[in-house]
């Protein structure tokens, strides 16, 4: 299934903001493609993570 959705152009650290708890790593480089919150323990993919956040603010 293809998802396609237009979001407000402006720059928001998609990857590196929690989903569940929208807690934000200060520091992430591109290189790490997986993290854990430190706020709530959820794992992270940094590109599903990115994803969920973009359809989320698309709405």
């Not at 998609?14 to 708890?21: D, E, F, P, Q, R």
């Not at 706020?39 to 359809?55: L, P, Q, V, Y």
Request: proline share 3%; net charge positive; hydrophobic share 30%.
């Amino acid at each position: 299934m293809v998802i396609i959705c237009k979001i407000e152009i402006y720059i928001f650290p998609s990857s590196k903001t929690c989903h569940v708890c929208l807690n934000q790593v200060g520091s992430l480089p591109l290189d790490i493609r997986n993290w854990t919150c430190k706020n709530c323990h959820t794992k992270h993919d940094r590109d599903i993570n990115a994803s969920i956040k973009t359809i989320r603010n698309s709405q």
